[in-house]
Each structure stands twice: as structure tokens, then as C-alpha cells.
């Protein structure tokens, strides 16, 4: 049976550059994706060459005051090899753009939904990219580590309106420093004030 | 123009229904809005659905009313912080997400194989007697909505017996929170097993009892047989898993593709269907559950006493008395309490059977005792997006049954 690793290495011999060396971290490979552009092309030939039919997850990260920002995360499966692989590719936020994989994968769909709502991160060709979770025409990307805990108030007339939420010293963990409790709540933490 | 001509027609009654049309006079298309309270979307789920007549020409889903950050939440607590959050996902099984969360976390500690034997066998027990519990209620949802009312009746007494379980196993009846980080919150009451064991054998009878009132009961079969029919391509194109996936005849339950805890161990088979209707995703959540009862018997009968959890006070709580006495143990707790378990870098998927389908988190951590980022793959919600392929071309009752053989928990779905 061929392992996981050896699909990463089949990935890397087709794409050359484009694919990282295969990591491995508790028996899971990842490789990384140098070109998101080229993200589609990557899934195509796992779909079809590695028989990768299967995926089970799109997830996004906020690496917050690094270049690139984001990152898109894809947990892919094999049903006939049952083997995992995952595919990690990284976004800037002023590009913020990824080319979609419905085409690969219909589950794609709400997957990448999801990860726009969240995160904000756009997927190029989607063919309905609007908010899942939240409402449409809510302003703000929770997921984001720039959004604080506590929320940011916002109206949108006759459909939603939020408020921040009341500061009650919830059971999440504080930053150890002498200033007050409600200073070291992480609801009141956001990297926009410097904190 | 109709445009029940650009749409397959799926079924046989949509079918002579679609015939009469095109001889009447073609109306507007009518919108209608089912949900988000609707007794038959269980939650609150909202559809919006575009029909010709009876029949429907075009669905969308609408998620995301029970939406409650659980992700952003996550962020900003320990991993043991994190377990009551979990009972809220898929709450009509909150054991077994309690189990699967933990088993996560534990693997990205990398203490996956110091789990003592005693520990995985309560946590087998636990998530097995989940899987019973939530396909009884989930299949008598579904007889409710076809219109066998009296399933449900049945099933949830036996359901409550499962609850009168729980209670005595963790102290609560719904919101569990019954696992550690490392192990269990407390071990088995005495007789317990046996209590375990009287349960089986009456719920095998309600099994039967259960499949005299439907397996061959042809109002159900009229509602459910080739009704939303999932083909073999299609449920692994939308990524659908659990008893919707195998019912359309694919052979993947993550317990046998990627075995996790000890389910090498037993003996047990994976229903699968042919068709891929309702009436396969029902027929499989009854074998499930037998089987189940098959795999809970062989626990009963191999669990080995010891303890249950990890030797490691980095990793759980020492016991009060040792607290109050030993110095290195008092830094654990106030460590473990304070910081939570320190984490290493990197990231893991783990993907386990719940009683709706593959259950998953992504932890993405940077070290520490919080996750940088911790995504919850529900199956609930995966499932769910192939009601706007499915749907178009059955008729507006046929959504009832379609919802129920779905199965699916808002809770989770909209995290």
C-alpha cells in the first residue's frame, strides 16, 4: 500500500518547485503550495492521479503581523488508500485571493464559503461566494485575530445588529501582568491597540 | 415557460405530478421559506425553496442561526476549558464529541499511546452507547416526519434509559463534559457494567420492535424508497460521511479506514447500502446500532481495571491529597489550572466516527496551553450541502423525509 509520504513525493515529482518537501508531525505529511494560484491544478492531479477523492476539510489560519497573513489548509483523504494528506498554501493580505477547488470538489463550496466568511480570504471563481454563518452585509471577519473576543458592534438596518459582548470574567485564560482583570481579559485583547 | 423541463424529476410521484403540469396552464414559480422553526428541519435550519407546483425547482439552504464562534472561543482557552464547548456541537451525542475532542488534543500532546487500557475501553463504551443514543432519537425524528409517530414514542423510551446511563456515569444528563485531557473525569460506578449490560439486552428487543413498525411498513416504504437518492459519486464529491456516505454504497467508516482508539480490537461489520434513498440511510442506522451492541458486549466482557489516565502531572490534574502535601505536585495543579497542558508546535487533523459522520478538528498550535487556531470539521454541516443538489426535482413532501434520513444536529453545523 503506498504511504502518504510517498503521494507527497509523487506530488513533488510532478510539480518540482512548487511543492515544499513533505512535512511530517504525529504520522500526518503536509506540504506546502509555494503559488496558491496554482492550488487548482495541484488538487486536480491529487484528485485524479493520487485518487484522492475525498475532502474532508478546508481551514484557514491568521498569522497575524507575518507576511503572508493567511494561510488555506486542505485535509485531504484517500477512501480506497485510506491515507491523508493535507495541502497548505499561503495568502497576503492585500492579494487575499485564492482560486476556488469547486471544480475539483462540490464540497469545495460551503467549505470556502465558510473560510471567506471568516476569514475574509476571497476564492476566485466561486460560483456563489457569500456569508454562510454570519448575515450578509455583517462588515467584519470574526476569525480574524485582529476581531476581539468581545465583538464589535455593528448594524446592518432591518436584517441584524451586535453588540460587544458584557465583560463578565469569563473562563478564558488572562495574560499575566499587575494590571486589573478587565485589562488581562483576552475579550478585551486586540492587537489593534498594541495589547 | 415551466422549467420543469430543465430539472430532472426524481421521483415517481414528482414524475406524474410534473406530467399534469405541462398539460395546465404554467403559473409563477412560488417561493417558499421552510424554517428556521419548522418541527421538520430539528433545529434551525432555514430552506428556501423555489417551486413549480408541488415540485421543487431550485433549494437553498440557509445556515448558520445557532452560530456561536465556538472557533473564536476556542482561541482563548486551555484545551480542558475547551470540553463543555464540545458537548454543544452534535448535543444529542455529547459523549462521544467529548471523547473525540480529547483524543485530538492528545494527539497533538503526542500522549496518544500512553492512554491506559482501562480509559479507552470507557472511552469505546462511551462513544458507542453515544452512537445508540443518537440514531434512536434520530431515527424516530425521521418515522415522526413520515408519519409513523409512534417510533418515536418507542424509541425514546429506550432513549431515556441511555440518559438514566449518562446520569450515573458523569453526573449530568445532557451537557456530559465527561473527559480529560489524558483520561476521564472519574471512572465507572460500581455495577455499572451491569446495569450497561440489562440496558443491551432490552434495547436489542426495542430494535426489533422498532423494525416490525418500519423495515416492512409500506406507507414508510412509499415515503422513503427512491426518494432522495445519493449516488456513489456524488456522496463523496459533497464529502458527505457516517450513515449518509455508506448508505449510498461506500465502504468508509473512519473506526475501520483509520482505526483510533482500540477498534482494531473488535469484531464488529459496516452496514452499507445499495441505493443510496432514504429508506438505505434508515436501514443502516438500525444495523449500526446493532452493531454497537455488539462492540459495548465486548467491552463489557474484555475491560481490564487499572487506572485512567495518564501517569504524567503535566498532562492531568494530581489527586487533591498529594496537592495539599507535595510540593511538585501543588506547581502541577496551579501549572495546569493556570497555563493548561504546554502544547508543542505544530498541527494535527483528527477525524473520528460520530454518530452523524466524521467529526474533526484541525489544531493549529504555536505552543502553549491554547490553540492558535482550532477548527471543528462538523459532518453535520458537509452534509447538509448537498440539499441544493438534492432537492430540486422531489416534491415539497418529500423534504420532510429527506431531512430526516440526513440526520443532521444544527448545534454542530453551525458551531
Known amino acids: 500500500m503506498t504511504s502518504a509520504a510517498e503521494f507527497a513525493q509523487q506530488l513533488k515529482d510532478e510539480f518540482g518547485e512548487l511543492i515544499s518537501e513533505p512535512t511530517e508531525f504525529r504520522g500526518e505529511i503536509t506540504v506546502n503550495i509555494a503559488d496558491a494560484s496554482r492550488i487548482t491544478e495541484v488538487c486536480e492531479f491529487a484528485k485524479h492521479e493520487l485518487d484522492f477523492d475525498y475532502l474532508i476539510d478546508i481551514s484557514t489560519l491568521d498569522h497575524y503581523g507575518e507576511d503572508p497573513r493567511f494561510s488555506v489548509v486542505y485535509e485531504l483523504s484517500s477512501i480506497s488508500h485510506r491515507q491523508h494528506l493535507r495541502l497548505k498554501t499561503q495568502v497576503t493580505e492585500e492579494h487575499g485571493e485564492v482560486p476556488t477547488i469547486t471544480g475539483v470538489w462540490r464540497t469545495a463550496d460551503w467549505h470556502e464559503r465558510e473560510a471567506y466568511d471568516m476569514m475574509g480570504i476571497k476564492f476566485v471563481g466561486h460560483p456563489n461566494l457569500t456569508r454562510i454563518l454570519m448575515w450578509e452585509g455583517y462588515p467584519h471577519f470574526p476569525l480574524r485575530k485582529d ?21 463578565e470574567g469569563g473562563p478564558f485564560v488572562t495574560i499575566a501582568s499587575s494590571e ?16 | 415557460m415551466s422549467t420543469t423541463q430543465d430539472i430532472e424529476i426524481r421521483d415517481t410521484a414528482a414524475k406524474m405530478a410534473a406530467a399534469d403540469e405541462l398539460t395546465d396552464v404554467q403559473g409563477e414559480k412560488m417561493v417558499l421559506n421552510m424554517g428556521p422553526s419548522h418541527p421538520a428541519t430539528h433545529g434551525v435550519l432555514r430552506l428556501r425553496l423555489e417551486m413549480d407546483g408541488e415540485i421543487i425547482t431550485k433549494a437553498e439552504p440557509d445556515v448558520g442561526y445557532l452560530h456561536r464562534g465556538d472557533e473564536k472561543i476556542a482561541e482563548n482557552m486551555t484545551y480542558n476549558q475547551f470540553l463543555p ?53 434520530g431515527l424516530g425524528a425521521f418515522a415522526m416526519d413520515t408519519g409513523a409517530f409512534t417510533v418515536f414514542l ?52 426495542n430494535f426489533d420492535e422498532t423494525e416490525t413498525l418500519l423495515t416492512r411498513n409500506p406507507i414508510f416504504l412509499g415515503r422513503t424508497q427512491d426518494v432522495g437518492i445519493i449516488t456513489r459519486e456524488e456522496a463523496i464529491d459533497f464529502g458527505l460521511s457516517g450513515p449518509n456516505l455508506r448508505g449510498s454504497g461506500v465502504e468508509h467508516d ?19 447500502g445499495t441505493t443510496g434513498d432514504c429508506y438505505d440511510r434508515y436501514a443502516i442506522r438500525i444495523l449500526e446500532m446493532r452493531e454497537s451492541v455488539k462492540i459495548l458486549r465486548q467491552c463489557i466482557a474484555d475491560i481490564p481495571g487499572g487506572p485512567i489516565n495518564v501517569d504524567d502531572g503535566k498532562i492531568v490534574l494530581p489527586p487533591k491529597e498529594k ?35 466524521e467529526l474533526g478538528f484541525y489544531i493549529h498550535s504555536l505552543g502553549g496551553g491554547t490553540p492558535h487556531r482550532l477548527k ?26 429527506i431531512l430526516g434520513s440526513l440526520d443532521f444536529v444544527m448545534g454542530e453545523c453551525d458551531r
Not at chain 2, 87 to 93: F, I, K, Q
Not at chain 2, 165 to 187: N, P
Not at chain 2, 328 to 353: K, W
Open chain 2, 323 to 357: 496537592v495539599m502535601t507535595n510540593m511538585e505536585e501543588l506547581i502541577h495543579q496551579f501549572m495546569l489550572v493556570t497555563q493548561g497542558q504546554d502544547a508543542p508546535v505544530g498541527e494535527i487533523y483528527f477525524g473520528a466516527e460520530n454518530p452523524k459522520g
Open chain 2, 254 to 272: 473512519v473506526r475501520k479506514a483509520q482505526p483510533y482508539m482500540i477498534y482494531d480490537r473488535f469484531d464488529f461489520d459496516v452496514p452499507v
Open chain 2, 376 to 401: 471543528i470539521r462538523a459532518p453535520s454541516f458537509v452534509n447538509l450541502s448537498i440539499l441544493s443538489q438534492l432537492l430540486p426535482g422531489h416534491m415539497i413532501a418529500d423534504v420532510v423525509a
Open chain 1, 180 to 195: 486589573n482583570s478587565t485589562v488581562r481579559e483576552p475579550r478585551r485583547r486586540n492587537p489593534e491597540d498594541g495589547k
Open chain 2, 85 to 137: 464547548y464540545t458537548d454543544r456541537l452534535d448535543y444529542l451525542a455529547p459523549l462521544a464529541n467529548n471523547v473525540h475532542y480529547v483524543l485530538a488534543v492528545e494527539k497533538l500532546l503526542g500522549i496518544t499511546d500512553d492512554l491506559p487500557e482501562r480509559c479507552q475501553y470507557i472511552r469505546t463504551i462511551c462513544c458507542e452507547l453515544a452512537r445508540i443514543s443518537a440514531h434512536l432519537l
Open chain 1, 147 to 167: 476581531f476581539p473576543l468581545e465583538g464589535k458592534p455593528t448594524e446592518v438596518p432591518d436584517v441584524a445588529f451586535t453588540k460587544t459582548a458584557p465583560m
Open chain 2, 154 to 205: 418507542h424509541t425514546f423510551t429506550e432513549r431515556e434509559k441511555v440518559y438514566n446511563l449518562i446520569e450515573a456515569l458523569t453526573g449530568a444528563r445532557f451537557t456530559t463534559s465527561y473527559t480529560r485531557v489524558g483520561g476521564l473525569s472519574r471512572d465507572l460506578p460500581e455495577g455499572w457494567l451491569d446495569e450497561l449490560s440489562n440496558f443491551l439486552d432490552e434495547v436489542e428487543i
